[in-house]
């Protein structure tokens, strides 16, 4: 099973992606995280994009297609991925689509997931995850334990993203507008898509993927 997480930045992709790893086996493949890890290994790609990733703007179709089809070669895919930001332009998805189809896969679904510009700027400007394990905290709805523990699992050490503040928030929104948005209409004529409401608890989210998945 091969699935898209299309949304805007903080829509909550990471977080019901991560869900679905842990209950259907399947292999996340966030280019948000392949970027940073990048960033934070000094690599000279990692330098290259970082000013890019800062802003909110889009890092180019070739280095992200090229780490998509790195990971998609080495792992296999055990029970089929899931991708968590990418595609985010029609060139890629059309490469995604191409690397699919030369592995012999398919795609089985696109969920998009809407949640209103308000909620989503104030959900990223609040945002922290666990170093360790990635669970996601917030400083208004779910706040670092005062033990300063993680409760997934004990990690003491928490990150904010250098994009997570107002300014390239508001870009990021803008970049989702002008060069993804237009994969909703795409994915639609190609009958994959399902859009589903993003706004509410985890669990409440992740019962509508669930629900779109066995659509
Ligand atoms: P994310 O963690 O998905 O919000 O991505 C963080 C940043 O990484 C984005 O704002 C872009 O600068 C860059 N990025 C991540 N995925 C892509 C992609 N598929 N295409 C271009 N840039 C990307």
């Known amino acids: 099973m091969n699935i898209i997480l299309l949304g805007p930045p903080g829509a909550g992709k990471g977080t019901q992606a991560r869900t679905l790893v842990e209950e259907r086996g399947l292999v996340q493949l966030s280019t948000g995280d392949m970027l940073r890890a990048a960033k934070s290994s000094g690599t000279e790609m990692g330098n290259r994009v970082a ?60 969920i998009e997931m809407r949640v209103n510009d308000d909620a989503l700027v104030a959900r990223v400007t609040g945002r922290a995850t666990c170093a360790t394990c990635g669970e996601v905290y917030h400083d208004q709805t779910r706040p670092i334990p005062e033990d300063g523990k993680c409760v997934k699992c004990g990690g003491t050490e928490f990150t904010r993203r250098a994009d997570d503040n107002e300014d390239a928030m508001r870009n990021r929104l803008l970049t989702y507008y002008r060069e993804t948005s237009p994969l909703i209409g795409y994915y639609y004529a190609h009958g ?24």
């Open 192 to 215: 994959k898509l399902r859009s589903i409401d993003g706004l509410g608890a985890i669990d409440e989210v992740k019962a509508r993927v669930d629900g779109a998945l066995s659509a």
């Open 51 to 110: 000013e890019v990733m800062a802003r909110g703007d889009l890092v180019t179709d070739e280095i992200v297609i090229g780490l998509i089809e790195e990971r998609l070669t080495a792992d296999g895919g055990g029970n089929g991925f899931i991708f968590d930001g990418f595609p985010r332009t029609l060139a890629q998805a059309d490469a995604l689509g191409e690397l699919l189809e030369k592995q012999g896969q398919t795609l089985q679904a696109v």
